[in-house]
């Protein structure tokens, strides 16, 4: 986001809690209109009380098509979105039924895809700011003598910071 916000118009999702809650702060400190997205109905409540002045609050499951659409066409005019929505499953991916990754693929790869569909119509320049990240482990077994696999028997940590830009 750039370095003055005034009276620019910004929607937060994940915005309840931790970074997103950071931010949402952060936008609102510098002039902004902050939108407050987050599934929670009570976290978002106590996110507001942390939040002063005029912010609004949404309950929004990222991952609802429905829901994300109806979000931005309640709203005119778009300047800024950034999302730090995300669910995970702990785990070893050989492990964990793939039923059970449904609600993490949903919310960090669709839920950002839906963002983007209709969040971009309304905006003329700004930005969407996709914040998501992957853990990853060896999959060579601990117990061997070098520090690492070779690296072609292993997966490396991949933070996946994204930002999506309609020119214009």
């Given amino acids: 986001m750039p370095a003055s916000l005034h009276g620019a118009s910004v929607v937060v999702v994940g915005g309840t809690s ?3 809650l950071a931010t949402a702060k952060m936008a609102q400190e510098s002039g902004a209109r902050v939108v407050v997205a987050g599934r929670d ?3 978002l409540a106590a996110s507001l009380e942390q939040l002063d002045g005029d912010v609004r609050g949404v309950t929004l499951d990222v991952a609802d098509e429905e829901a994300v659409h109806a979000l931005f066409a309640s709203l005119d005019h778009v300047d800024h979105v950034a999302t730090f929505a995300g669910t995970h499953v702990a ?6 039924d793939t039923a059970t990754l449904r609600g993490p693929v949903d919310n960090r790869f ?4 839906y963002l983007c569909k209709y969040a971009a119509p309304k905006m003329t320049r ?7 990240g992957a853990v990853s482990r060896d999959l060579v077994p601990a117990a061997r003598s070098s ?4 690296a ?7 933070p996946w ?4 830009r309609r020119s214009g």
């Fill in 126 to 132: 700004g930005s969407i700011t996709i914040c998501t």
């Fill in 152 to 158: 072609d028997r292993r997966c490396s940590p991949a």
């Fill in 147 to 150: 520090p690492r696999p070779p």
């Fill in 41 to 43: 109905e009570q976290r």
């Fill in 91 to 96: 785990g070893s991916v050989t492990d964990v």
């Fill in 161 to 164: 910071p994204s930002n999506s």
């Fill in 18 to 20: 931790g970074i997103g």
């Fill in 110 to 113: 669709w839920g950002p895809l």
